[in-house]
């Protein structure tokens, strides 16, 4: 008994002893890790593609090339007749915005939080980049100073929201959508009210200086009650929103230790009428892309090298 008691002990003070040159371990490992690129963008787009010919689908679902992931945005806004209750009002409106404009329709919507990490691109920035994006000749809204003095450019997110509707199409010209009834993770805000009223969606999205060790961030943002008495207030409203939405963009990277480099952003706003219920949505799908979505010869990371006209050529599209 003595014998299994002195063992008992003694197994009980190897198991501390390692227990704490464990936490020793890794605290000292803490202080001087160094970490490795998860993944370069070509390794990201090369597994960035889905197992469907016509249809993108959602990341983490079965299927893909490997394990990367494209971000697309989306801002839009969709309105109802109130002639039934609140919840179909609400249900139907929604509805109307994810098909109204870039088509995200018929997709079963996970909220995520707003990210594109080290596995992931931008679909109209990183890959068949935008135009104006391509060739530097998109101009600045405004300047942002970051948390170290450092003045950052705040451009429009309209050529980012063009791109991801010459991917996915629209309802009445579809080009590549998103499977019918896929599971799709979205980085998403809505809001929905009844007129008279007026509502807005928001996006931005900040572009990380070290893309090796850190996320691309999104905001997302929706309300309502825009200032009517002038169009004075109205541009001074929506200026202001546009401030804040760069001001978040900094703080969150402030939280983090993250520098960016460029931020895009913008909104779009509709006035819900009486008699109406209306919804803003702004959404970014986490995506992988259709088979045909790839222009044919070579690998997927050759739409790094293209701007987005030049993909549109060479999938056999037409702006």
């Known amino acids: 008994m003595k014998k299994l008691l002195t063992i008992f002990i003694l197994l009980i003070v190897l198991c501390i002893g390692a227990a704490e040159n464990q936490s020793v371990n890794v605290l000292q490992a803490g202080e001087t890790k160094e970490f490795k690129q998860a993944l370069t963008l070509r390794e990201v787009v090369n597994g960035a593609v889905g197992p469907f010919d016509s249809y993108c689908d959602g990341y983490g679902n079965p299927g893909s090339s490997g394990l990367g992931y494209i971000s697309v945005l989306k801002l839009e806004t969709g309105k109802v007749r109130a002639d039934m209750d609140k919840v179909l009002e609400g249900i139907v409106s929604y509805d109307r915005a994810e098909t109204l404009g870039t088509y995200v329709g018929q997709i079963n919507m996970i909220t995520a939080s707003s990210f594109n990490g080290l596995n992931g691109?931008?679909?109209g920035?990183?890959?068949?980049k935008e135009e104006s994006i391509a060739n530097g000749s998109l101009k600045p809204l405004f300047m942002k100073?970051?948390?170290?003095?450092m003045k950052i450019p705040v451009y429009s997110v309209e050529p980012l929201l063009d791109a991801g509707k010459r991917l996915f199409g629209t309802n009445s010209v579809r080009r590549f959508p998103i499977l019918p009834g896929a599971h799709v993770k979205c980085a998403v805000k809505s809001n929905t009210v009844k007129g008279p009223n007026s509502i807005w969606c928001a996006i931005a999205l900040a572009i990380a200086e070290d893309r090796e060790k850190d996320s691309n961030l999104?905001?997302?943002?929706?309300?309502?009650s825009i200032p009517a008495e002038s169009g004075e207030a109205r541009r001074a409203y929506l200026d202001r929103l546009m401030e804040n939405i760069a001001e978040s963009v900094v703080r969150c990277g402030d939280d983090s230790d993250v520098k960016y480099r460029a931020i895009f952003v913008g909104y779009k706003t509709q006035w819900i009428p009486e008699g109406y219920v209306g919804c803003a949505l702004?959404?970014?799908p986490y995506v992988v892309l259709a088979k045909d979505a790839?222009?044919?010869g070579g690998t997927p990371d050759k739409l790094l090298d293209m701007t987005l006209v030049e993909w549109e050529k060479a999938v056999g599209l037409s702006k």
């Not at 999104?218 to 309502?224: N, S």
């Open 121 to 123: 691109a931008v679909w």
């Open 218 to 224: 999104f905001i997302e943002d929706a309300g309502d």
């Open 294 to 296: 790839v222009p044919p």
């Open 125 to 128: 920035y990183h890959i068949a």
């Open 145 to 149: 100073k970051r948390g170290d003095g």
């Open 282 to 284: 702004t959404c970014a």
